[in-house]
């Protein structure tokens, strides 16, 4: 059974730094890509980064371009989501998901979602 963990999420000041780990147990045999979403208080979910099987190809929603970093490191099954200068409207929970596209695109939607980790930004 795949199962996706997330941990990391906390307290950061504006133009703070955090990362977010996501661990991944029983993965899909095939190839995968993941990413990572955010929802914050009565908004919808939104896609966030997403990184494809190789690790090569990345893709970042505009809001979050040079300031986050999305790395996964196969070997330890784990994605990463390195976030800088944190801005107050980024609190959220944030969630990792393995994607139906293994390059890390998202037309195909998710297959498996994490449960999630809160993040307050402070301002």
């Known amino acids: 059974q795949v199962q996706l963990v997330e941990s990391g999420g906390g307290l950061v000041q504006a133009g703070g730094s955090l990362r977010l780990s996501c661990a991944v147990s029983?993965?899909?045999?095939?190839?995968?890509?993941m990413g990572w979403f955010r929802q914050g208080p009565g908004k919808e979910r939104d896609i966030i980064a997403g990184?494809?099987?190789?690790?090569?190809?990345?893709n970042y929603a505009d809001s979050v371009k040079g300031r986050f970093t999305i790395v996964r490191d196969r070997a330890k099954n784990t994605l990463y989501l390195q976030m800088n200068s944190r801005k107050p409207e980024g609190t959220a929970v944030y969630y990792c998901?393995?994607?139906?596209?293994?390059?890390?695109?998202?037309?195909?939607?998710?297959?498996?979602w994490g449960n999630g980790t809160s993040v307050t930004v402070s301002s």
């Open positions: 998901a393995i994607l139906r596209d293994a390059s890390g695109g998202f037309r195909y939607g998710v297959r498996y």
């Open positions: 029983g993965p899909p045999s095939s190839n995968y890509g």
């Open positions: 990184i494809g099987w190789s690790g090569r190809v990345t």
